[in-house]
T-cell receptor
Framework: QKEVEQDPGPLSVPEGAIVSLNCTYS??????FMWYRQYSRKGPELLMY????GNKEDGRFTAQVDKSSKYISLFIRDSQPSDSATYLC??????????FGDGTTLTVKP | GAGVSQSPRYKVAKRGQDVALRCDPI?????LFWYQQALGQGPEFLTY????????KSGLPSDRFFAERPEGSVSTLKIQRTQQEDSAVYLC??????????FGQGTRLTVV
């Protein structure tokens, strides 16, 4: 079983919908939690990062971390066709490498 | 520079050929990472540098893979005697204090 599990989708929603993306993990040493967006044939783009449990909001994006359940989420409000991409969750301990999920592919239809 | 720069963007190698992939991190970023990404999967860790020191190379799949960062800035990932299973996108990322890793656009390696 992988350390980080992510529902691969694909996920298809109409424009303006609220999108929920989720990851679970097994390693309790993870302290930093990130979300990346990856367009086809591009490198991952850092969207948000949080430390420990709690919520963080940035515009239309909200990241949630629940360390007690080993569960993280990314919410996208008022989704746009330009949000269509693969979303990768990632997490790490205090230093060193990050461990990634396999990504959820999102399509937002106009 | 403004972002992480990788070259070449695309590389086609004949099986058995040696290849070298270059990464220019964001200026001032101490930490540098190499990842390998297969189609439909997330990036898999290969190796990690802090300045010029290679602190973790546990993800390198075989002794054909070698990475260096001699002056603590530019890094090179070298693959010797390439095999078909080495075909993947190789991603470089750098991380500074108080932030998380920023990725380059990757090098897509195809071994034929």
């Amino acid at each position: 079983q992988k350390e980080v599990e992510q529902d691969p989708g694909p996920l298809s929603v109409p424009e303006g919908a609220i999108v929920s993306l989720n990851c679970t993990y097994s390693n309790s040493a993870f302290q930093y939690f990130m979300w990346y967006r990856q367009y086809s044939r591009k490198g991952p783009e850092l969207l948000m990062y949080t430390y420990s449990s709690g919520n963080k909001e940035d515009g239309r994006f909200t990241a949630q971390v629940d360390k007690s359940s080993k569960y993280i989420s990314l919410f996208i409000r008022d989704s746009q066709p330009s949000d269509s991409a693969t979303y990768l969750c990632a997490m790490r301990g205090m230093a060193g490498k990050s461990t990634f999920g396999d990504g959820t592919t999102l399509t937002v239809k106009p | 520079g403004a972002g992480v720069s990788q070259s070449p963007r695309y590389k086609v190698a004949k099986r058995g050929q040696d290849v070298a992939l270059r990464c220019d991190p964001i200026s001032g970023h101490v930490s540098l990472f190499w990842y390998q990404q297969a189609l439909g999967q997330g990036p898999e860790f290969l190796t990690y540098f802090q300045n010029e020191a290679q602190l973790d190379k546990s993800g390198l799949p075989s002794d054909r893979f070698f990475a260096e960062r001699p002056e603590g800035s530019v890094s090179t990932l070298k693959i010797q005697r390439t095999q078909q299973e080495d075909s993947a996108v190789y991603l470089c990322a750098s991380r500074g204090r108080g932030t998380e890793a920023f990725f380059g656009q990757g090098t897509r390696l195809t071994v034929v």
